[in-house]
């Protein structure tokens, strides 16, 4: 088939083995998969970045354990009867040759709270009645709209791949199909996929398309193909020019929303703006992008993201008087960063709540309060009895360890 046929697909893993970068998980959804019927939990959610393994790994547990695999597609089901109809038949009947099998729901997390109304609760039904191990993958589970599913369900962690590692995948694709490469131009491709494979993959079979050769050439072409422009770049033509026709188009062509553009520029404008008149004006204009963003979320007037990106350029750029000729290192915000971590953690500290007042019959916003800081005293004091308690609320080990920090 050559090149006609997509080299995620003919390069996909086999083994779990051959999945790079994810062997802790890797051996989790195994021991899962073969452990399924001793289990309190018939289900599991593995989560992670796109393009990590997760999917693949999925079926490389299946094929090592003799099993089939049934997938679907969060969108195939849309309410409780689609998804009684679709997964429930499923769940119940044997497979083909009277082999196992194992139900896999890719992309959970696209569900909708409003248009899928009643498919979390169907699902979950069947998780528990499910004569097979259901497994769902997702990029982020802790969604409040999953936290039935969450309290049901194994969580397995997948983390971002290091471009080591599909360096070494690439590496191992050019030289079975014989194209000739600098390694510095392969670990190009390797850093541009952001921690995604399979867009390393497809970039890799596309640049080299009709030819058995890795250019230079056509990694700048690419570049030059996508015309997207690096938020950096976007931020520097704001701050560095006063005339409001060149800033107005600077984040035309950045794949960012204007929610993290805003934080960018909150980031830069102090390094920039040196005069308190410059950044009172600068921020003045900040502010009001950030009142049209709310009003765009509480009354859908989504024609006033026009004046959000002419506030963010234009209006910053000409809240200076005039241009300031020293050298800037400009950076991302570290607000995002903490906002991420701070987001993490308090989604896992609500689903132990959630857990908890399951148990005990209250409101998580009550266990948040009063029981969670004893209960981390507890864990932390006595961790034998602390362990049996985890087991008696059905914890993850990482929620384990989260109570005993």
Request: glycine share 4%; hydrophobic share 40%; charged share 30%.
């Amino acid at each position: 088939m050559g090149d006609k046929e997509p080299w995620t697909r003919k390069y996909q893993p086999r083994k779990p083995e051959d999945i790079v970068g994810q062997d802790n998980p890797v051996r989790q959804v195994l021991g899962f998969a073969s452990d399924y019927r001793s289990q309190k939990k018939k289900s599991a959610i593995i989560y992670g970045p796109v393009g990590c393994g997760k999917t693949v790994s999925v079926y490389a547990a299946a094929d090592q354990l003799g099993l089939e695999v049934i997938e679907v597609n969060a969108s195939d089901f849309r309410n409780q009867e689609q998804i009684n109809s679709v997964v429930g038949a499923a769940s119940k009947q044997m497979s083909l040759f009277s082999k196992g099998k194992i139900i896999l729901i890719d992309e959970v997390d696209g569900l909708s709270g409003t248009k899928d109304r009643g498919a979390v609760p169907a699902l979950v039904k069947l998780m528990q009645e499910s004569s097979f191990p259901i497994i769902c993958t997702a990029v982020d589970p802790f969604d409040k709209k999953l936290s039935a599913l969450r309290k049901k369900a194994v969580m397995v962690e997948f983390s971002m791949p290091d471009y080591k590692d599909i360096y070494s995948v690439l590496k191992i694709i050019a030289d079975h199909e014989g194209i000739k490469y600098d390694e510095n131009d392969m670990k190009s491709i390797a850093r541009r996929a952001g921690g995604d494979i399979r867009a390393a993959v497809n970039d890799l079979q596309i640049l080299t398309s009709g030819k058995r050769e890795l250019l230079k050439e056509d990694l700048e072409s690419m570049s030059q193909r996508e015309q997207t422009e690096n938020i950096l770049n976007a931020v520097m033509k704001v701050l560095k020019t006063t005339d409001p026709n060149i800033a107005i188009q600077s984040f035309n062509n950045v794949q960012e929303d204007f929610d993290k553009v805003m934080l960018w520029m909150d980031e830069n404008i102090p390094k920039e703006y040196e005069k308190p008149a410059d950044l009172a004006r600068a921020y003045d204009y900040l502010s009001k992008a950030d009142v049209m963003s709310r009003r765009i979320r509480r009354w859908q007037h989504w024609r006033f993201i026009v004046y959000i990106n002419a506030y963010l350029s234009a209006g910053v750029a000409v809240s200076k008087d005039e241009k300031y000729s020293k050298f800037v290192k400009y950076g991302p915000t570290s607000r995002l960063l903490k906002i991420w971590m701070a987001n993490r953690k308090y989604q896992k500290r609500k689903a132990i709540a959630e857990k908890i007042a399951e148990k005990t019959h209250t409101s998580a916003y009550r266990v948040l309060q009063d029981t969670l800081p004893y209960m981390q005293a507890m864990f932390q004091k006595d961790i034998d009895y602390g362990t049996k308690l985890a087991d008696e609320l059905e914890l993850e080990k990482a929620e384990v360890e989260w109570l005993c920090k």
